[in-house]
């Protein structure tokens, strides 16, 4: 931290500026350019830097150069970035509000809720058009949150272990839900629904990058007014009750807000494992910061994530395309394995 003194008339105001988090802020952001730089100029039809730029300013070196760029490989590079974002950002709402490292929309069933419904659709009433996924995705991610929070209620108090045991639980029979709709629903109709739940962006065009942008746009007040019960929700329900905070009444509003986080990039590229459990942790470990501080490097941490993701995944065997679920999920399980050990041998001291 930093100490900087604003005067004023009536005397001086200090405050403290964690000039180190937002540096490691500034190279998250610098880090995400570059890679949606490499994203735009990667690809089996070759385009060089010069022939981006003239693209990206309206001056095309060919009609096939402006398709890649603005029909493919750019609102697909935005889609990447936002969704990571908006997966890290839910994420580290969700540590929060429960109290519990091992938190996450994908884990505890709000992915598998999501993906369920958007599923069920596409298999059973495949006239409905896509621009009912994020509202079909928020009410399956908002209908198994409310179940897991009540069950995680019954006779401990909404225990946090409980809540995330409870989780992975629901998550299971979700999930088996979803397989027995992709074996017994129409094949083309499965396929398609399959590729989607394989979690990747290659498919992503403008609408989904506006349907992006547009939760990132609703949300951003509502994770500023979040900063302030986030924070005394740290110390404890009892700590965060003296201080004037309304416990339960934040606690909803605050899983509500993440899991609209997670449908809104649910609906937009399918789930995505683990990006949500990994990203906090890892601005947790690079930068020490507040609350509001902490969401902006979660933010630009998952998107980091995602999108070096989606281009190791069409880069490193191309044309074979790998999506970016899987390659979040290689980075994430030995993460998630060494989370549970430290925990446990945090329980053990």
Same mark, same amino acid.
């Not at 109290?99 to 298999?123: E, T, Y």
């Given at each position: 931290?930093?100490?900087?003194?604003? !005067?004023? @008339?009536?005397?001086?105001?200090?405050?403290?500026?964690?000039?180190?988090?937002?540096?490691?802020?500034?190279?998250?952001?610098?880090? &995400?350019?570059?890679?949606?730089?490499?994203?735009?100029?990667?690809?089996?039809?070759?385009?060089? @830097?010069? =022939?981006?730029?003239?693209?990206?300013?309206? &001056?095309?070196? *060919?009609?096939?150069?402006?398709?890649?760029?603005?029909?493919?490989?750019? $609102?697909?590079?935005?889609?990447?970035?936002?969704?990571?974002?908006?997966? +890290?950002?839910?994420?580290?709402? @969700?540590? &929060?509000?429960?109290? &519990?490292?091992?938190?996450?929309? *994908?884990?505890?069933?709000?992915?598998?809720?999501?993906?369920?419904?958007?599923? +069920?659709?596409?298999?059973?009433?495949?006239?409905? =058009?896509?621009?009912?996924? $994020? @509202?079909?995705?928020?009410?399956?991610?908002?209908?198994?949150?409310?179940?897991? !929070?009540?069950?995680?209620? !019954?006779?401990? #108090?909404?225990?946090?272990?409980?809540?995330?045991?409870? #989780?992975? =639980?629901?998550?299971?029979?979700?999930?088996?839900?979803t397989n027995t709709l992709l074996t017994y629903g129409d094949i083309d109709r499965a396929i398609a629904a399959l590729g989607w739940l394989a979690g990747s962006v290659h498919a992503a065009g403008w609408g989904e990058v506006r349907s992006l942008a547009l939760c990132i746009l609703l949300c951003t007040p509502a994770l500023v007014w979040a900063a302030r019960p986030m924070a005394a929700l740290r110390f404890g329900p009892e700590v965060a009750t003296g201080l004037g905070i309304a416990v339960r009444r934040d606690r909803i509003i605050l899983i509500t807000l993440s899991v609209a986080l997670a449908a809104f990039a649910v609906a937009a590229v399918g789930p995505l494992g683990f990006v949500g459990l990994v990203a906090p942790h890892i601005a947790r470990r690079i930068a020490r910061s507040g609350v509001g501080l902490h969401l902006a490097l979660s933010a630009a941490t998952g998107a980091l994530m995602v999108s070096l993701a989606d281009l190791l995944g069409r880069a490193l065997f191309a044309p074979v395309q790998i999506p970016a679920g899987l390659v979040t999920a290689v980075i994430g399980v030995p993460v998630f394995v060494w989370l549970i050990l430290r925990s446990q041998a945090r329980s053990q001291l």
């Open positions: 931290m930093t100490g900087a003194v604003w !005067q004023r @008339l009536d005397g001086p105001v200090t405050f403290a500026l964690p000039l180190g988090a937002l540096g490691i802020l500034a190279l998250l952001v610098a880090a &995400n350019v570059g890679v949606l730089a490499t994203s735009l100029l990667t690809g089996t039809y070759p385009i060089d @830097l010069a =022939g981006v730029l003239a693209t990206l300013f309206a &001056n095309p070196p *060919s009609e096939t150069a402006e398709t890649v760029v603005w029909d493919f490989r750019f $609102p697909r590079s935005l889609a990447a970035a936002m969704t990571g974002a908006l997966f +890290a950002l839910s994420g580290a709402v @969700l540590q &929060n509000v429960t109290r &519990n490292p091992l938190a996450d929309p *994908s884990l505890v069933g709000v992915s598998q809720g999501a993906g369920f419904a958007v599923v +069920a659709v596409m298999i059973a009433f495949p006239g409905i =058009g896509l621009g009912w996924r $994020p @509202l079909l995705a928020f009410g399956g991610a908002l209908a198994v949150a409310a179940l897991i !929070q009540w069950i995680a209620m !019954q006779r401990t #108090g909404g225990a946090t272990m409980r809540f995330i045991l409870t #989780g992975i =639980g629901v998550a299971a029979f979700i999930t088996a839900g």
